[in-house]
């Protein structure tokens, strides 16, 4: 069985039809926004931030999701397609802790040699940018919105994730207004 654990957009748009899904735990990582974006949220003038897997001492609650046997190859490809394709990520096989016990799976962590690699930066200066940041999928700050949003939706937590929402909508107070 293939596994494929998502700590970002993977949590509520998969991209495929998985045999079965759990909410799950990765330890020695955590969810970061260390990567320029350039296109989807953000633009070269003016670039986002994306979201990865970083290693860290501590750990990263998700989703983890089994491949069916008889769309492998197709759901493999979407997923190599829509993660791989700019290299941003190294795809890591890492034991995922779930309720139903552990399994191994695919986590794409973070490519510290990418050319777009912004490193750990400050969370005031990650929220900064967040807050203006808009590409062709719309605006950087939406995609903390939805991340926020289907962790909690999924009864996961996240306090790193829920305070720099917290500190995007201090620098945008347009943000804040448009999702109340």
């Given at each position: 069985?293939?596994?494929?654990?998502g700590a970002?957009?993977?949590?509520?748009?998969?991209?495929?039809?998985?045999?079965?899904?759990?909410?799950?735990?990765?330890?020695?990582?955590?969810?970061?926004?260390?990567?320029?974006?350039?296109?989807?949220?953000?633009?070269?003038?003016?670039?986002?931030?994306?979201?990865?897997?970083?290693?860290?001492?501590?750990?990263?609650?998700g989703?983890?999701?089994?491949?069916?046997?008889?769309?492998?190859?197709?759901?493999?490809d979407?997923?190599?397609?829509?993660?791989?394709?700019?290299?941003?990520?190294?795809?890591?096989?890492?034991?995922?802790?779930?309720?139903?016990?552990?399994?191994?799976?695919?986590?794409?962590?973070g490519?510290?040699?990418?050319?777009?690699?912004?490193?750990?930066?400050?969370?005031?200066?990650?929220?900064?940018?967040?807050?203006?940041?808009?590409?062709?999928?719309?605006?950087?700050?939406?995609?903390?919105?939805?991340?926020?949003?289907?962790?909690?939706?999924e009864?996961?937590e996240?306090?790193?994730?829920?305070?720099?929402?917290?500190?995007?909508?201090?620098?945008?107070?347009?943000?804040?207004?448009?999702?109340?």
């Amino acid at each position: 069985a293939i596994w494929v654990f998502g700590a970002g957009s993977l949590i509520w748009r998969p991209g495929f039809e998985p045999a079965e899904a759990h909410t799950g735990t990765v330890h020695g990582y955590s969810r970061q926004f260390s990567f320029w974006t350039i296109r989807a949220r953000g633009t070269p003038a003016n670039p986002g931030l994306g979201l990865v897997l970083e290693p860290d001492t501590t750990s990263c609650q998700g989703k983890v999701f089994r491949l069916q046997n008889q769309s492998l190859d197709d759901d493999l490809d979407v997923l190599w397609d829509r993660e791989m394709s700019g290299g941003a990520y190294l795809p890591t096989w890492r034991p995922v802790e779930t309720g139903a016990g552990t399994v191994h799976a695919i986590c794409f962590v973070g490519n510290r040699e990418h050319r777009n690699y912004a490193g750990r930066l400050p969370e005031d200066e990650v929220a900064a940018i967040i807050a203006r940041a808009e590409g062709d999928w719309g605006r950087c700050c939406e995609y903390l919105d939805l991340l926020v949003a289907a962790l909690d939706l999924e009864g996961l937590e996240d306090p790193a994730m829920v305070r720099l929402r917290d500190l995007v909508d201090k620098h945008d107070g347009q943000h804040e207004e448009k999702r109340q």
